[in-house]
């Protein structure tokens, strides 16, 4: 009987840490899509300085996506869905002369995102499984 009662006991506590009060703070951190100003920290696998001022994204309720890439600023549309899919284009720029080759990866990449994941602050933009660059919101954001 004492075995039984344990094995309930086991049951019923692992079927109590899916609401444990740590997990439902992460999930209040993760920082929204839309609304947020997200920084690039990693593109292509490099990770940037972290002085690097440029290469920010931010996602509006209307569906228009605006940043800032090393030299010109972008902006463009994007569609998302329930699932994480994102599709983010057509994208339009200024056209300073720019001396950083990241700034063509970043817009080549952005043309080819499909999903995106999120993890607390940070944002992971794929391309079909595959990882384009992560983004961190700044601080300041609504939460």
């Keep these: 009987m004492r ?15 899916g609401c444990c009060t740590p997990c439902r703070t992460y999930q209040k951190q993760q920082q929204p899509l839309i609304d947020t100003e997200w920084q690039l ?33 972008l902006m463009g549309s994007f569609t998302t869905s329930k699932e994480r899919t994102l599709k983010i284009g057509p994208l339009a720029s200024t056209r300073r002369m720019c001396r950083d080759p990241r700034e063509g990866e970043f817009f080549e990449a952005l043309n080819r995102v499909t999903h995106y994941e999120m ?13 384009l660059m992560i983004l961190q919101s700044k601080s300041g954001n609504k939460e």
């Design 41 to 73: 920290v990693q593109l292509n696998g490099r990770n940037l300085p972290s002085e690097s001022e440029g290469f920010t994204l931010h996602f509006t309720p209307a569906g228009e996506v605006q940043g800032m890439a090393a030299c010109n600023r």
């Design 119 to 131: 993890d607390g602050p940070m944002m992971m933009l794929l391309s079909e499984g595959s990882l």
């Design 3 to 17: 075995q039984i009662t344990y094995l309930l006991l086991l049951a019923l506590c692992a079927g109590m840490s």
